[in-house]
């Protein structure tokens, strides 16, 4: 297992990315309340992908004291690992989106939120690819690309959340 290294510093990453919510949550200020939905939802998602990270990065060393060799371990995590994915992109990011509704973010807000969810989709769909075997065989390196893209999805969240926290409110218009 060549990749235990690898996959150590990860969840050690992870483990800072949730120490970084919780100084999110100590710079929002009352922010982090239902009511500022946007806010609110990208604090508990930042924790959830933190864990994410975590849980996934220690999967395939779980797997390979329990004894599975190497390839089913890869095909193992990348299925945990896209499944969440793809639940957290069908039931969350409808909520992104009702939240998102209406209001009218600065340009660089748009931009960070944007690449956030095209590199979660990245990531599932790399997941997915790698638990199936589609089109290379399933490999540690296809659930590590995964892995990749999570972190990137983790900082550009957390500098996501201190861009919202930091700016005033936006504009929402009233409902009539």
Same mark, same amino acid.
């Given at each position: 297992?060549?990749? !235990?290294? !690898? ?33 609110? +939802? ?16 220690? +999967? ?5 004291? +329990? ?22 992109? !069908?039931?969350? !990011? ?76 936006? =504009?929402?218009?009233? =409902? =009539?």
């Amino acid at each position: 297992m060549d990749e !235990t290294g !690898t996959t150590h510093v990860i969840a050690e990453l992870s483990v800072g990315f949730i120490g970084f919510a919780g100084i999110v949550g100590a710079l929002a200020r009352g922010q982090l309340v239902p009511e500022h939905r946007h806010t609110w +939802l990208g604090f508990w998602t930042m924790i959830e992908f933190g864990l994410a990270l975590l849980f996934g990065s220690l +999967l395939p060393s779980l797997l390979h004291h +329990l004894g599975f060799t190497p390839w089913p371990a890869a095909r193992i995590s990348s299925a945990v690992l896209g499944a969440f994915l793809i639940g957290h992109l !069908t039931l969350v !990011t409808p909520l992104f989106m009702r939240a998102r509704r209406g209001v009218k973010w600065p340009l660089g807000i748009q931009l960070l939120d944007g690449t956030t969810f095209l590199s979660l989709i990245l990531a599932a769909v790399s997941q997915a690819l790698n638990a199936l075997g589609v089109p290379f065989t399933t490999s540690i390196g296809g659930f590590l690309l995964g892995l990749y893209l999570l972190l990137i999805v983790s900082g550009l969240n957390f500098a996501l959340l201190a861009y919202l926290i930091l700016l005033p409110e936006p =504009d929402v218009p009233e =409902d =009539d």
